[in-house]
């Protein structure tokens, strides 16, 4: 029987992911949430593995035909517990978010009181903002930054914590520039009787390169994505002691979802084999090194970065002095081939579709082998750009470089014809 390719099939996608191929290629992807997966990791997300339902865990599943699946799947939690120091790791999350719930799901009944930060502070979504399901469904009391230098006020968290007495108490970030103090969150978490959990989601590349200090010993459970930093698929893992394995392994499954996707795990397998590498831990810090470069050149042109600066993978650029609002900016920067994304900034005083930041990072630029030298070009890029963002002529012309600059630098797993 026939089994013609994609081009056959639907040109029409076809065309699109071409088109996306191209995209990937050309322009600098400094959104700090996306990345570049291996061509390992794009193999296994799109294999055969993807044809079998696997519900329940390994050894304990409810299809048969599992003796590759719970191999793979073993192999990923193995390697995840050695990679971070772990006493067990569940890697069927679908994602970040849905870890989070999860986590929720195994302590929590709906109108307890949870704590997180607060999203125009840095926070995300599933720390208890309004929006979302956890600030829906459960008590959600948010902590903030301070307004004289934008940082953690861990007074603010220590007091709130006191009053509200939360089951869960969330630490992590979105959007904050800097080193999170896990120790700190700890204490506060151990005098109210708060289980801590760690969301890592950003960070958990540059945690397992050691380059960013790591939440094991101090929070009771880790949430994480598996794509970022740590560049593998799009997926989810939650990571814990002991004492919580049973509570997070039944509200992973049965508990929120069905049969895992498999192809997932084999890629956070993979991913997990190439962070314990010494290839690996370079990458990590270098991430943080042209984070802080580029923090350095927008510096010195005049920007005003929330913090003042980064200790991570990611800047926050308040452009309230330069009087051109987020969005524009961003989009700016994006016809201009550098492709970050709008952000709110803490006490914004816009909305938050239209924002008075713009949010930045290093992670992808890294995996394509940028250094110092281009972490300059591209902070002067940048500064040119949104100082001007209607010249088009200069728009044009930035893009052109930029291109070339790509051309010199191919991304991982991205093919380049």
Same mark, same amino acid.
């Given at each position: 029987?026939?089994?013609?390719?994609?081009?056959?099939?639907?040109?029409? !996608?076809?065309?699109?992911?071409?088109?996306?191929?191209?995209?990937?290629?050309?322009?600098?992807?400094?959104?700090?949430?996306?990345?570049?997966?291996?061509?390992?990791?794009? /193999?296994?997300?799109?294999?055969?593995?993807?044809?079998?339902?696997?519900?329940?865990?390994?050894?304990?599943?409810?299809?048969?035909?599992?003796?590759? !699946?719970?191999?793979?799947?073993?192999?990923?939690?193995?390697?995840?517990?050695?990679? &971070?120091?772990?006493?067990?790791?569940?890697?069927?999350?679908?994602?970040?978010?849905?870890?989070?719930?999860?986590?929720?799901?195994?302590?929590?009944?709906?109108?307890?009181?949870?704590?997180?930060?607060?999203?125009?502070?840095?926070?995300?979504?599933?720390?208890?903002?309004?929006? #979302?399901?956890?600030?829906?469904?459960?008590?959600?009391?948010?902590?903030?930054?301070?307004?004289?230098?934008?940082?953690?006020?861990?007074?603010?968290?220590?007091?709130?914590?006191?009053?509200?007495?939360?089951?869960?108490?969330?630490?992590?970030?979105?959007?904050?520039?800097?080193?999170?103090?896990?120790?700190? &969150?700890?204490? %506060?978490?151990?005098?109210?009787?708060?289980?801590?959990?760690?969301?890592?989601?950003? %960070?958990?590349?540059?945690?397992?390169?050691?380059?960013?200090?790591?939440?094991?010993?101090?929070?009771?459970?880790? #949430?994480?994505?598996?794509?970022?930093?740590?560049?593998?698929?799009?997926?989810?893992?939650?990571?814990?002691? /002991?004492?919580?394995?049973?509570?997070?392994?039944?509200?992973?499954?049965?508990?929120?979802?069905?049969?895992?996707?498999?192809?997932?795990?084999?890629?956070?397998?993979?991913?997990?084999?190439?962070?314990?590498?010494?290839?690996?831990?370079?990458?990590?810090?270098?991430?943080?090194?042209?984070?802080?470069?580029? #923090?350095?050149?927008?510096?010195?042109?005049? &920007?005003?970065?929330?913090?003042?600066?980064?200790?991570?993978?990611?800047?926050?650029?308040?452009?309230?002095?330069?009087?051109?609002?987020?969005?524009?900016?961003?989009?700016?920067?994006?016809?201009?081939?550098?492709?970050?994304?709008?952000?709110?900034?803490?006490?914004?005083?816009?909305?938050?579709?239209?924002?008075?930041?713009?949010?930045?990072?290093?992670?992808?630029?890294?995996?394509?082998?940028?250094?110092?030298?281009?972490?300059?070009?591209?902070?002067?890029?940048?500064?040119?750009?949104?100082?001007?963002?209607?010249?088009?002529?200069?728009?044009?012309?930035?893009?052109?470089?930029?291109?070339?600059?790509?051309?010199? &630098?191919?991304?991982?797993?991205?093919?380049?014809?």
């Amino acid at each position: 029987m026939a089994d013609p390719h994609l081009a056959e099939v639907d040109p029409e !996608i076809s065309k699109y992911i071409a088109d996306e191929v191209r995209r990937q290629h050309e322009k600098l992807r400094l959104i700090p949430s996306e990345n570049y997966a291996s061509t390992a990791v794009m /193999e296994a997300c799109g294999s055969v593995l993807n044809n079998k339902y696997s519900e329940g865990y390994a050894g304990r599943r409810y299809y048969e035909g599992q003796q590759n !699946i719970d191999a793979i799947e073993k192999l990923a939690i193995e390697r995840l517990k050695a990679l &971070f120091g772990v006493d067990h790791a569940n890697v069927q999350p679908y994602s970040g978010s849905p870890a989070n719930l999860a986590v929720y799901f195994a302590f929590c009944n709906p109108g307890d009181t949870i704590m997180g930060m607060g999203l125009p502070s840095g926070g995300h979504l599933t720390h208890g903002w309004k929006v #979302s399901i956890s600030g829906k469904y459960f008590n959600a009391i948010q902590y903030g930054v301070r307004r004289d230098d934008h940082r953690i006020d861990f007074d603010q968290v220590a007091s709130l914590a006191r009053e509200h007495k939360p089951k869960v108490l969330f630490c992590g970030t979105t959007a904050y520039s800097r080193i999170v103090d896990f120790p700190k &969150f700890a204490e %506060i978490a151990r005098e109210v009787d708060a289980i801590l959990v760690a969301d890592i989601a950003h %960070i958990s590349g540059l945690v397992a390169g050691g380059a960013h200090p790591s939440p094991v010993g101090h929070a009771e459970v880790i #949430s994480s994505t598996t794509h970022k930093t740590f560049r593998g698929p799009r997926g989810g893992m939650i990571m814990c002691d /002991e004492k919580h394995r049973k509570a997070i392994d039944r509200a992973v499954f049965p508990g929120l979802q069905g049969g895992p996707h498999n192809g997932t795990t084999a890629g956070i397998a993979i991913a997990a084999k190439l962070a314990m590498t010494d290839e690996f831990k370079s990458y990590a810090h270098a991430v943080v090194d042209n984070s802080r470069t580029l #923090s350095e050149v927008l510096l010195s042109r005049g &920007f005003d970065l929330v913090t003042g600066g980064s200790d991570n993978h990611l800047i926050l650029i308040d452009l309230t002095s330069k009087d051109v609002p987020g969005k524009v900016a961003a989009q700016a920067l994006d016809r201009a081939g550098m492709v970050a994304n709008y952000n709110s900034v803490p006490f914004d005083t816009r909305k938050p579709f239209d924002p008075s930041g713009i949010r930045l990072g290093t992670p992808a630029i890294t995996s394509r082998g940028m250094g110092s030298d281009e972490m300059k070009r591209l902070g002067n890029w940048m500064g040119d750009v949104i100082e001007d963002v209607e010249n088009e002529t200069l728009v044009t012309r930035v893009a052109g470089e930029i291109k070339d600059l790509c051309d010199q &630098f191919p991304a991982p797993g991205v093919p380049t014809k």
